[in-house]
Nanobody, 124 residues
């Protein structure tokens, strides 16, 4: 069984910073990509940023230049450094591990897993 545990959310003033962490644990032999999604009240969940096992990154336009995603493959951990936070960034942030291989066989099926979510509130 694979579990994703997120941490680092909280309340911050506009212009402030937070760093989210997400650690994947369990029987893991490889992860294709890890990413962060967010869901604000009354809105659909949206992709914030994703990073591949090779280090390629992608960001939603609204966070470019403010958020930075990084990854420690040895620890199966992904980070999201969020700077210059705005009230519009307020949401529950979810971590996702995509294409997780849980067996040693390279041809084994791969699965996606989600974390439980962490609240980020940007308010004065």
């Amino acid at each position: 069984q694979v579990q994703l545990v997120e941490s680092g959310g909280g309340l911050v003033q506009p212009g402030g910073s937070l760093r989210l962490s997400c650690a994947a644990s369990g029987s893991i032999f490889g992860i294709n990509a890890m990413g962060w999604y967010r869901q604000a009240p009354g809105k659909q969940r949206e992709l914030v940023s994703v990073i591949t096992s090779g280090g390629g990154t992608n960001y939603v336009d609204s966070v470019k230049g403010r958020f930075t995603i990084s990854r420690d493959n040895a620890k199966n951990t992904v980070y999201l450094q969020m700077n210059s936070l705005k009230p519009d960034d307020t949401a529950v942030y979810y971590c996702k591990a995509e294409g997780v291989r849980t067996r040693t066989n390279w041809n084994a099926p791969r699965f996606d897993y989600w974390g439980q979510g962490t609240q980020v509130t940007v308010s004065s």
